[in-house]
């Protein structure tokens, strides 16, 4: 892999993580989810369950839905950290 598109994919990663970090570092601050959670942890789950629904839709269509299935395991992993 070039340079050129390792540092891109590499920034691209970076800007979904700190988002989804960004979001629950809020819902604990705000006492939605436990303190104890771990952002980044969490963050890299979300990133990589749409990375691995993407994948599967690309190899076959019939494998996910996937707004309905990420939707579905967003909710699992957020109910995991709730307060």
Not at 38 to 66: C, F, K, M
Request: proline share 1%.
């Amino acid at each position: 892999m070039g340079k050129t598109v390792r540092k891109t994919l590499a920034e691209t990663y970076r800007g979904h993580s700190a988002y989804f970090e960004d979001l629950v570092e809020k819902g604990k601050q705000s006492g939605e989810f436990r303190k104890h959670a771990s952002s980044r942890a969490v963050a890299a789950a979300l990133v990589g369950l749409l990375e691995g629904l993407v994948i599967r839709q690309y190899a076959d269509p019939g494998l996910t839905d996937l707004a309905a299935d990420y939707s579905a395991m967003v909710g699992l992993i957020l109910d995991g950290i709730s307060a």
